[in-house]
């Protein structure tokens, strides 16, 4: 391998000697350093809350919090729902129709008995406000007093009095289907038991005291919002803790394959776990928890951090090879690729960085502590990893093996393939990209709330069963603020409630739907016999009255009175079709509700549905912004770097061929623009620079040798290539690991940073050297700005 000219890297070459000349006050410094993180890191909790998904910084969150200080139910709503029996010695094939009128109601019996027994464990879990079809009070006439409403649980004398009410709003669709098939137990969870951990035992307490039901044949599902939270933080608390060992332990064996000497192996990984360690610490001092998200951080540190240190490690060897004592090979290696280490890490650190225009606090956590992460990455890289390199006895480099050889062929091929490109090779690879962004247009964007979880799961076939018998999974409440009590009984604004009610009825992903005006109507049917709207504010207030006082908290869901004000709302149980079928929905509604506001006050649309899928828009929306932003600071810093424009915008084209490659995957997999596809793009495009710097650093350093564009791009390929393909190796592997995972999101990580990595290495290895030979000899020779 050529050397570097003597004084290139004067100010990295004396550092490096003067760090490896003071290993131990360097290694004191460290372990201060990481004292110091742990201290800190020691704090840190996991918290992943669903709210952190939510939109941080405007006015719609600030409007979600307000709704939830009136109504802090709405998200705490835990329920079991009870289908039709699975008993063994239960006909499996009678058809429905041909039930006898003994069979409906020795099923009524059997299912009042099951719900009964749900209830019951529902409050001895601690659970508030149970309610079910045997208890919910219903509004009927007096019989002692014909100008009174009485108001009583339904089902005191069991399920036999349903059938009047199958098709009552306050009811059906809510605590039972229509058919009369399911039926649900619905409880409130305590306001002091509603953080992860709460969520996640009631959960458990909850599967084991139904066990012995289902056991007896009873189909009983676990719903609610706690419950889907709690589902959701097992899930990826699991899924982080398996994925981190495993890739850790696959990334050891690919090291191992590719160094074989177990001591560099333990060197690297050594050397990665302070940055991660220092960021836990960060952390920590700022009072962040480890979201969803940020606890992915170490296995995205380990699989980007081996690049670099692979690169320098096999930079060390071949300055053994050639003859120099370890210490000084070791200082020399480094301080020759310390700029294009640097360079490799502001890049991926930008590349994350970029997610912060989404304003969704989860990602944006996500964006700062894995830049962060990255950026530490190469402090402790440069500064600790020449100190362990140095330990221990001085040995030789291993002698090449077979897996050298072979790498070596793959290289030495790439070099014939630079020094003559093959005009339809590069035209095909660029048809190839242009049939990717053409089938891309047919891409469409679409996530859920609970996205990404394998539709096989547990937790989404509950889901479907609930949505297929009916029952709306989420709630989604219209909130009217601003109003006075009297201004809500204003004929007017009655109406308008009832309008807006009914509209929402007819809307496809709306299962049920509830206002005030539907407990107004039951209560003047209950007493006149007429379900109609009152006439005047002097009406609807006798009937609220006549309500009150049979039972002051009969409208407690809809309607709630403080000292300062009064809160009503309307609430809608809707299944989540996708944002694809829900944005025309939510567009709608947002439309009718400013083109039909109410009488008095404001009706705002909110609730976590709501605010789920507005962060979904503002992230697919952002995406365009965000990878613009990563990719315009990537140009300016490779232009900043080589002191040449031309040189940055010519090394994003092959950094821009594996995110086209990657739209071609997601339309040939039929994956859906979302969320996490489009954070994968941010997370390949910042890996996917760094062969690339690592290239062109090396022929720009042979170019002010004095080579020709020629010599020094097969030198460049020479002595890169075999680092090149080595990090491709591990870090393709290490994202691999994730193809195993439940969620959707951390598959689509494996798969498509794989691809993008593989498409990367090719396009650094053959279109690459092609393009940077046609752009050098039209331009001056690209001379790096200083360090």
Not at 191 to 204: F, K, S, V
């Amino acid at each position: 391998m050529a050397e570097a000219s003597p004084h290139s890297g004067h100010a990295p070459l004396r550092f490096f000697r003067a760090l490896l000349a003071r290993r131990r006050l360097a290694f004191a410094l460290h372990a201060l350093v990481l004292g110091l993180a742990g201290a800190f890191a020691s704090q840190v909790r996991p918290n992943y809350d669903a709210k952190g998904f939510l939109p941080s910084f405007d006015a719609r969150r600030q409007s979600f919090e307000a709704h939830a200080a009136a109504f802090p139910e709405s998200d705490r709503q835990v329920s079991v729902f009870l289908g039709a029996s699975t008993d063994a010695n239960t006909d499996a094939n009678t058809a429905r129709d041909g039930r006898t009128a003994h069979d409906g109601r020795s099923e009524r019996a059997a299912a009042h008995a099951t719900l009964a027994e749900v209830a019951a464990l529902l409050r001895d879990e601690g659970l508030l406000d149970v309610r079910w079809a045997g208890n919910v009070d219903v509004a009927e006439a007096d019989p002692d007093d014909p100008f009174a409403v009485r108001v009583h649980p339904l089902g005191e004398d069991g399920l036999g009095a349903l059938d009047a009410w199958r098709e009552d709003p306050l009811l059906a669709g809510r605590l039972f289907d229509r058919g009369l098939e399911t039926f649900a137990v619905h409880a409130t969870l305590p306001p002091e038991r509603d953080t992860p951990e709460g969520q996640l035992a009631l959960t458990h307490a909850l599967e084991a005291r139904l066990a012995p039901l289902r056991a007896a044949g009873h189909d009983l599902r676990l719903a609610g919002l706690p419950v889907l939270k709690a589902r959701g933080f097992e899930l990826v608390q699991g899924d982080s803790a398996r994925f981190l060992g495993l890739g850790v332990l696959f990334v050891a064996l690919l090291l191992g394959l590719a160094l074989r000497r177990l001591r560099d192996v333990f060197v690297v990984l050594a050397g990665l776990l302070p940055a991660y360690v220092t960021t836990l610490g960060v952390m920590g001092a700022t009072g962040t928890p480890i979201s969803a998200l940020t606890s992915f951080i170490p296995l995205l540190v380990l699989v980007v951090g081996v690049c670099d240190a692979l690169h320098l490690i096999v930079h060390v060897r071949e300055k053994r090879a050639a003859g120099l004592p370890r210490r000084e090979a070791i200082a020399r290696a480094f301080a020759e690729l310390f700029e294009s280490a640097l360079f490799t890490s502001l890049t991926t650190a930008l590349g994350f960085l970029s997610l912060v225009v989404s304003g969704v606090a989860i990602v944006v956590e996500l964006a700062l502590f894995t830049s962060l992460a990255v950026a530490l990455g190469f402090v402790f890289t440069v500064t600790l990893l020449p100190l362990l390199l140095d330990l221990g006895r001085e040995r030789p480099a291993p002698e090449d093996g077979p897996l050298e050889a072979a790498l070596d062929r793959i290289v030495d091929g790439a070099r014939r393939f630079a020094r003559r490109p093959h005009p339809l090779a590069l035209a095909g690879a660029f048809l190839l990209a242009a049939a990717c962004v053409a089938g891309a247009t047919g891409l469409r964007a679409n996530g859920t709330m609970i996205d990404d979880v394998d539709p096989a799961h547990p937790l989404m076939r509950d889901l479907g069963w609930l949505e297929a018998r009916g029952f709306g999974v989420h709630g989604l409440p219209i909130w009217i603020r601003g109003a006075s009590e009297d201004e809500l009984k204003d004929p007017a604004m009655l109406a308008w409630m009832d309008e807006t009610a009914g509209w929402l009825r007819r809307q496809e992903p709306v299962r049920s739907a509830i206002a005030p005006t539907d407990f107004i109507r039951q209560a003047k049917r209950a007493l006149t016999g007429d379900a109609s709207l009152p006439a005047t504010r002097e009406e609807a207030a006798q009937l609220l009255l006549l309500v009150e006082m049979a039972d002051d908290g009969f409208m407690d869901e809809v309607l709630r009175r403080t000292p300062d004000t009064t809160h009503a709302q309307l609430v809608a149980q809707v299944s989540d079709l996708g944002s694809a079928r829900m944005a025309p929905f939510f567009d709608a509604l947002e439309a009718r509700l400013a083109a039909h506001p109410p009488p008095h006050g404001e009706a705002i649309a909110t609730g976590t549905l709501r605010l789920a899928h507005v962060a979904l828009a503002d992230i697919v929306g952002g995406f365009g912004g965000s990878l613009a932003l990563a990719a315009l600071l990537i140009v300016l810093l490779m232009a900043w770097r080589f002191r040449s424009l031309a040189q940055g915008l010519v090394a994003l084209v092959p950094n821009a061929l594996p995110l086209v490659a990657l739209l071609g995957v997601m339309r040939l997999g039929g994956f859906d623009v979302k969320p996490s596809t489009l954070l994968v793009f941010s997370v390949a495009f910042g890996v996917a620079v760094d062969d690339t710097i690592h290239l062109l650093g090396r022929v720009s350093a042979l170019l002010r040798e004095g080579r020709s564009v020629d010599e020094a791009i097969d030198a460049g390929l020479r002595t890169t290539g075999r680092a090149l393909l080595l990090t491709s190796v591990v870090l393709g592997g290490g994202f691999a690991v994730l193809l195993a995972s439940d969620f959707q999101f951390l598959f689509l990580v494996g798969l498509m940073t794989a691809v993008a990595v593989v498409v990367a290495l090719l396009a650094d290895l053959l279109v690459y050297p092609a393009l940077l030979r046609w752009s050098l000899r039209r331009s001056p020779t690209p001379s790096p700005a200083p360090a």
